[in-house]
């Protein structure tokens, strides 16, 4: 018996017309970028001491803000989606603040928090010696509140589309609830996993507002790459378009890696 697509066997072309435009409309910035790159010196902006350092520095903490991410926000989801508790719903609630607040807000809230002054960083001062603000650890940190909220709603969803069942039959057999997590639970809700951390990889390379407030923009310090953009674009308007250009690269490539891969997109 034929599907309902094939027997409609025609183009809704009535929606063609928005659908063009919303893609033609997503694309042209892009387009914008690749007409406008200064091709001819590309390769010598690329291998300039300040890109290297703005690009090893963006690498880097993306990834070990990704791993504090994953060390605190696999738990988080496994406590959101196996349990049941009051004020669960608030939780979730906090859990994703940060995807919709302004990300110079996080960076205030987080200055507020951990600055010398803020509720929790005047201690760190003054009994650890310990001074968070305008240093890579800023960066990692500003990072973390913004991505990690990506891989625990990823993970979370992932969790729930577990068979129980399996976990079930592994108590049975006489594995512990902790063994079961990590031989059970996690392998089958890895594809899961693995796309929450390159989403939460992602945006922590590219985060830029809570960065520069709680980081600040100190070349070799606490410049990363979309920091570096905002600086070259009111000096050398050339290199920040070779800046955007590699981000975008680098976005494309994980993005399409994660459709491709873990997705399971046609």
Do not use: K
């Amino acid at each position: 018996m034929p599907t309902t697509r094939v027997a409609s066997g025609r183009f809704p072309w009535l929606l063609a017309a928005p659908a063009v435009a919303g893609l033609v409309f997503l694309v042209l910035p892009f387009a914008g970028l690749l007409v406008r790159a200064p091709w001819s010196s590309l390769g010598t902006r690329l291998v300039s001491p300040e890109v290297r350092g703005a690009l090893w520095l963006s690498l880097t903490t993306a990834t070990v803000a990704t791993a504090v991410s994953l060390t605190l926000g696999v738990p988080l989801a496994w406590l959101l989606a196996r349990t049941t508790f009051p004020g669960r719903g608030v939780v979730r609630a906090l859990v994703t603040v940060p995807l919709v607040i302004p990300p110079v807000v996080g960076g205030v809230a987080l200055l507020l928090a951990l600055g010398r002054n803020g509720v929790v960083g005047r201690y760190l001062e003054s009994w650890f010696g310990l001074t968070l603000p305008f240093t890579p650890a800023a960066v990692v940190l500003a990072q973390v509140f913004v991505a990690m909220p990506f891989l625990v709603i990823t993970v979370e969803g992932a969790l729930r589309g577990v068979d129980r069942r399996y976990e079930e039959a592994a108590a049975t057999l006489g594995a512990s609830r902790a063994r079961a997590f990590w031989r059970v639970t996690l392998p089958m809700a890895a594809p899961g996993v693995v796309a929450g951390a390159v989403l939460c990889w992602a945006r922590a390379l590219g985060e830029f507002g809570a960065t520069i407030t709680f980081a600040g923009n100190f070349p070799g310090r606490t410049q990363t790459m979309p920091l570096a953009v905002y600086l070259a674009m009111q000096e050398d308007p050339e290199s920040a378009v070779v800046l955007s250009l590699v981000l975008l690269l680098v976005s494309l490539v994980i993005l399409a890696g994660l459709r491709e891969r873990w997705v399971g997109a046609r």
